[in-house]
Nanobody, 122 residues
């Protein structure tokens, strides 16, 4: 069984920083892309940042230059460093992974973490 567990959310003032982390555990054959999505109240879930199996990155325009995604391939973790946070960054942030669990067929599935709340407010 595969799990993604996030940590690092919380309350921060505008202009502040937070670091989110996500660890994948369980019977994993290979992890391809990993990423972070967010969902604000009343809005659809949106991609924040993603990192491929080769380390290529992709960011939402709204966070470019402020957020940085990184990955530890050996530990199956992905992190999101969030700087210069704005009130509009307030949302539940979800870790996401495209991975192949151990098992017949070695098929790829999408897994999600449980979400962590980030609130940017003075």
């Amino acid at each position: 069984q595969v799990q993604l567990v996030e940590s690092g959310g919380g309350l921060v003032q505008p202009g502040g920083s937070l670091r989110l982390s996500c660890a994948a555990s369980g019977s994993i054959f290979r992890i391809n892309a990993m990423g972070w999505y967010r969902q604000a109240t009343g809005r659809q879930r949106e991609l924040v940042a993603a990192i491929t199996g080769r380390g290529g990155t992709n960011y939402a325009d709204s966070v470019k230059g402020r957020f940085a995604i990184s990955r530890d391939f050996a530990k199956n973790t992905v992190s999101l460093q969030m700087n210069s946070l704005k009130p509009e960054d307030t949302a539940v942030y979800y870790c996401n992974a495209d991975l192949v669990p151990l098992g017949p067929g070695l098929n790829e599935f999408v897994y999600w973490g449980q979400g962590t709340q980030v609130t940017v407010s003075s």
